[in-house]
């Protein structure tokens, strides 16, 4: 029996556009449950450098096992091969295959930009398992706790595929663990955005509105 392969841990990441709880399509692709992770190398600790170095060698092991080459030598010879990143593996000045892209690739997108880089984690059958940082689960019926700007981290897997749709590597999604709260990228401004810079009036004389308007709906 083949051994079983080990879900990989990434480094922390800022979550962007999280489908979770429900499976999304994309341009006619077929469902699938999806996070794309945002992260900032620069900021990486010694622990997280080695994560993000057990992934790049994990994905140069399923290559090796379904191509019979690494990453760098499918570069080499001139083999388109999709990544994580969701494009064909592009190389460095020294050669080295790029299986993420760069957040200067998406700069109207918020959270993107200079020194981010980002790729898609995605799994077609399994529903991924949400927990804070706690350990307590995070549910359909708590959602809103794990959104677009939050910090996460996630299990992966990387495997290699060759299909309808070329030759290439991804990152299975495994589960996810909310680290820490963010700016949302919902785009909605905030209560205090909307009226902090704006002094209140209030007519005594008018009968008081027992139900508050929801600042969110």
Known sequence: MAEKQKALLTPKFRVSFPSVFEKTSFENSAPRYSVVGLFTPASFTEDEKTKWKAIRQALDAVCVSEFKKTLNEIVASGVSLRTPGGMPTLATPKGAAIWYRKGESKPNIEGYG??????????????????????????????????????????????????????????????????????SFSGFSSADEDFGGDAAEFDAGEEAVEDELDPAA
């Open 114 to 183: 200079a020194g981010i880089v980002f790729f898609t984690m995605a799994s077609s059958k399994r529903r991924p398992g949400v927990v804070d940082k706690n350990g307590a689960p995070i549910t359909a019926e708590n959602s809103e706790e794990f959104y677009a700007g939050c910090y996460a981290r996630a299990s992966v897997l990387p495997y290699a595929f060759d299909n309808k749709f070329g030759k290439g590597v991804s990152l299975g999604l495994g589960n996810l663990q909310k680290l820490g709260d963010g700016e």
